[in-house]
């Protein structure tokens, strides 16, 4: 099921039995049925419909509610008629023998002994794009309001969809999971897995190349909007969809489909499953340590830090995190007690700046869990290196840094527990640590509890009772702080272009190219709707055409009608670079 909002399975429970008919029906188009929906995803709360089939492919039959089809135009009629038919010849060229040959192949002929599944579209509410119901894979004497039929259901709405391949692809892959994990294993996949391979399907398949418009770009910016969501607490909701998207990109970038694939044939399920596909393919890593090896490629994203602290997948290339901050001022001395709160298998960053002394940091897990605690020194705006802290039998640990603020930029920790590995509910317990962060001196030991006599600074103090000048310094504190702030948050977003001139042509096909990287910071600081990928990568693609494509049309007064030219061309030429090079003041 891919779904904007909750994720729901029915589960039946009992005997299987299963009932087999005597012989094969063939349904040819025209042919109407009576269906069973899920009423929670209906956009009317039904809880049945008819439909009639408007194509059949060699592996499907693909239906249409009535209802839609007798409310709509003649016009939309044909453009749908057209859709499906396009769709079908996808299905049948492209998912089904990619999916089956990858994954294995749904039940074959199945409870209806039928070799063609059924698609059924209807309208659904807005935050549900399909779903598949194990029900339908039980005789009705045993599962009431069964259709008896290998089936998966889509939004109507989603034939409008830039993609509508991969919403197709994502239902058929748990109809794959039922067959070969329900039926073959007799295990129940844990839901947050189900739908991670359902999520890999399109770009198994090659529906996320183009990434403008996919569902991969979708997932990145649910991912972005909360990084923290844990991995295994599934609640259906889109940032679920989000951290499962991305995990999944990396796994499989990282060690190929067959960690998908032998965990789907494995007679374990969920993290346990996964564990199982990486051993049976020589990879020298739990489950686990992948997973503390993602949180810092979300932070790094880095490949010259090794091949386990970046994506593969060139789209994600410019794909990080915003830690949260922790920022520490450089006049005075700091002392900050802070405790924080954090659920299994989520990524979690706190990035500390600021401060031109010693720094030490203290951390201390308040509960039973085991922590697991890597962090990262930055410099120079890049990560300089990765390391795990040490902690004790008690859960604590310390990291220690003379002239952090003269060597270092800041320090990035990522605490994380990963110890549960079955049995995960829709609402996971948080689990508390906390920080004690605290500058020194440099020269003097960050175990010094006091400085020298007649050397400590003075104590902040209330700004009623400050001089004059004492208010002066507190407000080019401030100013610093506010500046250096800014300078985070536009590293982070990416809000301002980074180079001085482009002076050579840039087109399509350029890869690893400097005066590309800078094209590509320039638009990515224009309104985001003109590169809305903010690609940062060298590399000239079609995302990076499209937006100089927009840029070009957005000035083409300057740029494209002095050339006689009607329309953008994507080629970084003489009129294209003088617009930029203006704009970046050069």
């Known amino acids: 099921m891919i779904k904007q909002g909750k994720k729901k399975f029915i589960v039946v429970f009992g005997v299987l039995f299963f009932a087999l008919p005597f012989f094969v029906l063939a349904y040819s188009s025209g042919t109407q049925h009576k269906f069973y ?45 057209s859709k499906l038919a396009g769709l079908g010849k996808k299905f049948d060229l492209e998912i089904y023998p990619k999916m089956t040959d990858t994954f294995g192949s749904e039940w074959r002929p199945g409870i209806d002994s039928d070799y063609k599944i059924t698609i059924l579209f209807h309208q659904m509410k807005n935050d549900a794009a399909g779903y598949f119901r194990t029900i339908d894979e039980y005789p009705t004497i045993q599962a009431s309001g069964s259709n008896e039929r290998e089936m998966i259901y889509l939004n109507i709405e989603v034939l409008d969809n830039l993609y509508p391949e991969s919403y197709v ?16 294993t007799g295990k129940e996949e844990d839901v947050w897995l189900n739908e991670l391979r359902a999520e890999y399907a399109p770009t198994l398949l090659g529906y996320d190349q183009e990434y403008t418009g996919t569902n991969l770009q979708k997932r990145v910016r649910n991912f972005i909007d909360s990084p923290n969501d844990s991995l295994t607490e599934w609640q259906g909701s889109v940032n679920d969809y989000g951290v499962i998207s991305l995990f999944g990109q990396y796994l499989v970038g990282r060690y190929g489909i067959n960690i998908l694939r032998d965990s789907l044939s494995s007679s374990s399920v969920g993290l346990v499953s996964l564990d199982y596909a990486l051993a049976k393919n020589n990879i020298k890593k739990n489950i686990a340590d992948v997973f503390t090896d993602w949180t810092i490629a979300m932070s790094a994203n880095d490949c010259a830090l090794g091949t386990d602290y970046c994506y593969s997948n060139d789209f994600l290339g410019a794909v990080k995190v915003a830690p949260s901050l922790i920022y520490l001022p450089s006049t005075q001395e700091s002392h900050l007690s802070l405790i924080y709160a954090i659920k299994e298998w989520s990524g979690n960053w706190y990035k500390i700046v600021g401060g031109d002394k010693g720094l030490k940091v203290e951390f201390k897990g308040l509960t039973s869990k085991s922590f697991i605690v890597p ?16 902690l004790d039998s008690g859960n604590k640990g310390a990291i220690e840094l003379p002239y952090f603020g003269e060597n270092n930029q800041s320090l990035i920790l990522l605490p994380a527990i990963e110890k549960k590995v079955a049995d995960f509910l829709d609402s996971e317990p948080s689990w508390r640590f906390s920080l004690a962060v605290s500058t020194f001196k440099n020269g003097d030991s960050g175990d010094q509890e006091e ?28 100013q610093r702080m506010l500046a250096h702030l800014l300078a985070e948050l536009q590293k982070i977003k990416g809000t301002a272009a980074g180079c001085g001139r482009i ?31 903010g690609l940062v990568t ?34 970084v030429g003489a009129s294209t670079r003088s617009k930029i090079n203006r704009l970046l003041g050069s």
């Open 375 to 390: 962090y990262l020194i930055e410099r120079a705006n890049k990560i300089q290196s990765v390391n795990i802290l040490e």
């Open 37 to 81: 929906l899920e009423q929670d995803f209906d956009k009317s709360d039904r809880e049945t419909l008819y439909a009639t089939i408007r194509y059949v492919s060699t592996n499907a039959y693909f239906y249409i509610e009535n209802q839609w089809w007798e409310d709509s135009l003649v016009e939309e009629r044909d453009a749908l008629n």
């Open 451 to 478: 400085p020298d006599a007649g050397t400590e600074e003075p104590e902040s103090k209330p700004i009623s009772q400050m001089t004059i000048a004492e208010l002066r310094v507190k407000i080019l504190e401030i």
């Open 503 to 533: 002076e050579n042509n840039l087109f399509f096909g350029l890869t690893d190219n400097a005066e590309v990287r800078c094209l590509q910071e320039f638009l990515k600081s224009q309104e985001s709707s003109l590169y809305p990928e």
């Open 169 to 184: 692809a994502h239902e058929f892959m748990h109809l794959i999971t039922f067959n070969q994990k329900n039926r073959q």
């Open 538 to 571: 060298g590399n000239f693609y079609f995302a990076t055409k499209r937006a100089v494509i927009r840029f070009q049309e957005r000035y083409a007064d300057e740029i494209l009608y002095p050339l006689g030219l009607p329309s953008g061309t994507g080629y």
